[in-house]
C-alpha cells in the first residue's frame, strides 16, 4: 500500500513561478525523502527532513514536515524549465530497516 | 559519485520466458531495492536485500524472486514472464543505517520491460 501520497497529481506554472506540492502519510517516520525523476529516468534524491525537523532549505527547495497532520509540503522557488520533472515523497517508516514508501508523484511542467 | 547501473535500458521478452534484470552499485552500499513504476502508481517495491543472501518480499513479490550472491550485485528474476508484469523497473541502493539518521537511495536509470 502507499504511504505517501502527493498532491496535486500535476501542476503547470511558468518559469519563475513558485510551485507547492503536498504529501500526505499514514504511520509514524522516521524521516521523509523527497526525490525528482526526469522523464524516463531513474530518481534523484533532492532533500530529507527528520521527523524531529519542521523546516529545511536547499537552494531554491523548502521543504516543511508536520508529524501531528502527517504531512509535508516541498516549495520550489523561482521555477525554472529544467525543474520539470515529477517529484517524489517517501517515507521511511519507524521499523523499517531503510525501507521506502514511495507516494504517485506529483507532475510538474514549467513553461518558458 | 555513487553509480548505480542496470543491466538493459529497454527490453522486450515473450510470455512464459524467464527474465533476469541485473543491478550493479560500485559504493559498497549494504542495501539494495527493487521497485516497479507505473502510471498513477508510482513506485511500488517487489523485493529489497540488507546483506548478501539476505532477502526480503516488499509488496509485490508475487512473480519474482531476487539473488543476491555478491554485495555489489542485486538480481530481479521474472520466473515465467506475463503482460502484465510489462512495466519500468528500477533499481536503487542505500547504506545499511537504518531509522533517523535517513538514508538517501540512489537509482539506476531504469530498465523498460516490455512483456509481449
Known amino acids: 500500500s502507499q504511504q505517501g501520497e502527493e498532491d496535486p497529481q500535476a501542476l503547470s506554472i511558468q518559469e519563475g513561478e513558485n510551485a507547492t506540492m503536498n504529501c500526505s502519510y499514514k504511520?509514524?517516520?522516521?524521516?521523509l525523502q523527497w526525490y525528482r525523476q526526469n522523464s524516463g529516468r531513474g530518481l534523484v534524491h533532492l532533500i530529507l527532513?527528520?521527523?524531529?525537523?519542521r523546516e529545511k532549505h536547499s537552494g531554491r527547495l523548502r521543504v516543511t514536515l508536520d508529524t501531528s497532520k502527517k504531512s509535508s509540503s516541498l516549495l520550489i522557488t523561482a521555477s525554472r524549465a529544467a525543474d520539470t520533472a515529477s517529484y517524489f515523497c517517501?517515507?521511511?517508516?519507524?521499523?523499517?530497516?531503510?525501507?521506502?514508501?514511495f507516494g504517485a508523484g506529483t507532475q510538474v511542467v514549467v513553461t518558458p | 559519485d555513487v553509480k548505480v547501473t542496470q543491466s538493459s535500458r529497454y527490453l522486450v521478452k515473450r510470455t512464459g520466458e524467464k527474465v533476469f534484470l541485473e543491478c550493479v552499485q560500485d559504493?559498497?552500499?549494504?542495501?539494495m531495492f527493487w521497485y516497479r513504476q507505473d502510471p498513477g502508481l508510482g513506485l511500488r517495491l517487489i523485493y529489497f536485500?540488507?546483506?548478501?543472501?539476505?532477502?526480503e518480499k516488499g509488496d509485490i513479490p508475487e512473480g519474482y524472486s531476487v539473488s543476491r550472491e555478491k554485495k555489489e550485485r542485486f538480481s530481479l528474476i521474472l520466473e515465467s514472464a506475463s503482460t502484465n508484469q510489462t512495466s519500468m523497473y528500477l533499481c536503487?541502493?542505500?547504506?545499511?543505517?537504518?531509522?533517523?539518521?535517513?538514508?538517501?537511495?540512489?537509482f539506476g536509470p531504469g530498465t523498460r520491460l516490455t512483456v509481449l
Open positions: 504511520t509514524s517516520i522516521n524521516n
Open positions: 536485500s540488507y546483506d548478501v543472501k539476505m532477502k
Open positions: 527532513i527528520r521527523s524531529n525537523e
Open positions: 559504493m559498497d552500499h549494504e542495501n
Open positions: 517517501a517515507t521511511d517508516e519507524e521499523d523499517s530497516w531503510g525501507k521506502f514508501q
Open positions: 536503487a541502493s542505500s547504506l545499511g543505517v537504518a531509522g533517523a539518521l535517513g538514508n538517501e537511495q540512489f
